[in-house]
């Protein structure tokens, strides 16, 4: 069976597939993935696809994007069993240009994970080995992209880091775009202010490709940029482009063998004929607290809507609202869900909102400012894109939630300025996946992505 994107669009353009026939081989496949490695909330039994550009292609969907007459639960029991009425924005596009939804992709309950392993339905496990984490909260996306033996790209979304990680434990692609880049409309929200959906794909071309069909302004969605797609697949050469090497990125967290790896991969863009330079981005040390004090008190927020009246889990009403209400939530909810809205409800309420919500939105300005101030001197920032290769299971049971959230630390500043981003494979450390993390300017997408496509190609 046809294995690469390229291959299957120059097979199907050329009429040498049966594109209803391939459908049925997907299935199937993707069943005997789903026994092995477990990326699937909900399968499709019965894919279609329109006529577009990428006829027929598999794509997959986050289980947190609207997807009309396909479950859709954020990862989450208190959404089990709502059906869309309609399509998010993203998959329309991707439908558009005849991508064909073959599932919906395993997660961490509403994003709220580093490792995928607070999914109320299923925990995908490593390719490159089943005793290790694919990743959060995308992490379904990752698994079926690196297991999958047929043509396919996933739409992934992320808040703080949830394509990145998951891209790079499993030695997948995975492209963050600017906020408002893609819309959000038919997005079930984590952090309003932060979500973003992108794509993850086997190679720099799949991911991109997709991304250019996901990619321009909606009137849906408020945030959307009033700003044309592009066509991301046209790579072109680094030679000459400016790149910083932030030190704090390669700090006393970071696995000395994850950085040895990445240094190797900077070695190459220089001998590609990129001048590379060491910069300091002094404010990542505090990027984890800001962004959880931000993100978990907008998680809070848009939490309040599951109470078991307007859409959701339901019961029998009995007693007064607040027993009701709390009665659904305990029930609905796991237990990182309980956490973080615990949390973002104290950080918002009356006398605590200043000393921690409003003070972490200042830091989170510094942070976009001094990004800022960094892409008038360079074109790309490059990174490890985590600080570990995949952890085992036992290893995540044992951690604790601040150690969890401190697994974040590379990514989330990006997340918070809202620039785009993309992890590549760039190496192994113990026969496990290493990814490099390139950042770019707001809208400059194309910069992160030919740095890349370059690295990918050296390899």
């Known amino acids: 069976m046809i294995t690469g994107v390229k291959e299957y669009i120059e097979e199907v353009r050329s009429g040498n597939l049966n594109v209803d026939d391939f459908a049925h081989e997907v299935v199937e496949r993707s069943k005997t993935i789903q026994k092995k490695y477990s990326p699937f909330i909900t399968l499709v039994e019965h894919p279609t696809s329109g006529n577009g550009r990428i006829k027929g292609l598999p794509i997959s969907v986050k289980d947190s994007i609207c997807t009309k007459g396909i479950m859709t639960t954020a990862g989450s029991k208190i959404l089990d069993g709502y059906v869309p009425p309609f399509d998010a924005t993203s998959v329309s596009n991707a439908k558009r240009d005849g991508g064909m939804v073959i599932g919906k992709t395993a997660m961490d309950e509403f994003g709220f994970g580093t490792f995928s392993t607070n999914c109320a339905y299923s925990i995908p496990r490593n390719p490159h080995d089943t005793s290790r984490s694919c990743g959060g909260s995308s992490g379904g996306a990752a698994c079926l992209t690196a297991a999958a033996d047929f043509p396919h790209i996933a739409i992934a979304q992320s808040t703080g880091g949830s394509i990145t990680a998951p891209a790079a434990f499993t030695g997948t692609v995975g492209i963050t775009p600017t906020y408002g880049r893609v819309s959000r409309y038919g997005l079930i929200d984590y952090s309003n202010s932060m979500d973003k959906i992108g794509t993850i794909g086997k190679t720099v071309y799949d991911a991109a490709l997709l991304l250019s069909s996901l990619s321009g302004y909606d009137r849906l969605d408020s945030t959307s940029a009033e700003i044309a797609s592009e066509d991301f697949t046209a790579f072109g050469s680094i030679k000459g482009l400016r790149v910083g ?6 700090s006393e967290g970071v696995d000395k063998r994850v950085a040895k790896e990445v240094r190797s991969g900077i070695e190459r863009l220089e001998s590609l004929g990129a001048s590379c330079e060491e910069v300091s ?7 984890i607290a800001s962004y959880y004090i931000t993100a978990i008190s907008e998680a809070s927020t848009n939490l309040a809507r599951y109470c078991g009246l307007r859409y959701g889990m339901q019961k029998e009403i009995t007693g007064d609202f607040e027993s009701y209400f709390s009665s659904i939530r305990s029930t609905g909810f796991g237990q990182e869900a309980k956490r973080r809205i615990i949390l973002g409800t104290y950080a918002r309420m009356a006398g605590f909102r200043d000393a921690y919500y409003i003070k972490a939105l200042r830091i989170r300005t510094k942070i976009i400012n001094e990004f800022a101030a960094m892409f008038k001197k360079f074109d790309v920032l490059v990174a490890p894109s985590m600080p570990i290769i995949a952890p085992t299971f036992s290893e995540i049971e044992k951690l604790s939630p601040i150690k969890a959230y401190s697994m974040d630390i590379l990514t989330v500043p990006p997340n918070m300025a ?42």
């Open 245 to 250: 090497i932030p030190k704090e990125y390669f």
């Open 281 to 287: 981005l002094p404010m990542t040390d505090y990027g």
């Open 418 to 459: 809202g620039i785009p981003h993309v992890s590549v494979p760039i190496g192994k450390v113990d026969s496990m996946p290493v990814g490099m993390q390139i950042m770019a300017a707001h809208f400059k997408e194309s910069d992160a992505i030919r740095v890349a496509a370059a690295v990918e190609g050296a390899r």
